[in-house]
Structures are given as structure tokens and as C-alpha cells.
């Protein structure tokens, strides 16, 4: 089991970054709102089923209460309707797979960046 090593996502400017890394490693933004218990619960189960290295994947965490209007930037860039929690992952520049809720899973997304 890895540690997720997450890179705050805070800016504007770092979807564009997050786009352009994700042309040579797969990026993950995980939505989080710091009020809700289910967000809380997915962020766990993230951490507890983690096997990924930073070397797979760069992980991004959202705040959503500080940052909706990013939140609503990401939304709008990747076409992916918004959710709390949630996920999505980014290859390519493209969402190429996102989850909300307790479908939220460690192992699906290592699925996922190793397709």
C-alpha cells in the first residue's frame, strides 16, 4: 500500500497544468467537500486501498468548500457532470473515467490507469 502524495488543486491555472501532465502520466482530481461524511468516507477508503506511486499518477485534492468555483472550472472543462465526492482521471487531456459517492475505489482507478 502507497501513501497518496496529494497535490492541492487551487488555482485556475493548474487544470491547464494538470492537462499537459496528463499527456505523459495519468492525473486524478478528487473533489472533496470537507462537510459532507460521505466525502470523508471515500477519501478513506482512497487512502486505506491506495497502490499507486507518483511515478503512475499524480493525484490533485479539491476542496470544495474553499474552491466551488474551480470545482465548477473542472466540471466545465472535462464535461463531467459535478458530484460530491468524486472523482475523475485524466489521460490524454480527456476525463476518461470519473465516480462520485461509495463508487468511489482505489482499486477501479488503478484499473483504470493501468488500461
Known sequence: MS???????????????????????????????????????????????????????????????????LSNAVSEQFGVRHESPQVLLIKEGQCVYDASHLGISAREIAGQVEA
Open 3 to 69: 501513501k497518496i502524495n496529494w497535490l492541492q488543486l487551487q488555482s485556475g491555472s493548474q487544470i491547464e497544468e494538470i492537462i499537459e501532465h496528463s499527456k505523459s502520466v495519468p492525473c486524478l482530481i478528487f473533489k472533496h467537500s470537507t462537510r459532507c461524511s460521505i466525502s470523508s468516507l471515500a477519501q478513506n477508503r482512497l487512502d486505506k486501498g491506495w497502490s499507486l506511486d507518483d511515478k503512475e499518477i499524480l493525484p490533485y485534492h479539491l476542496d470544495l468548500i474553499a474552491h466551488r468555483d
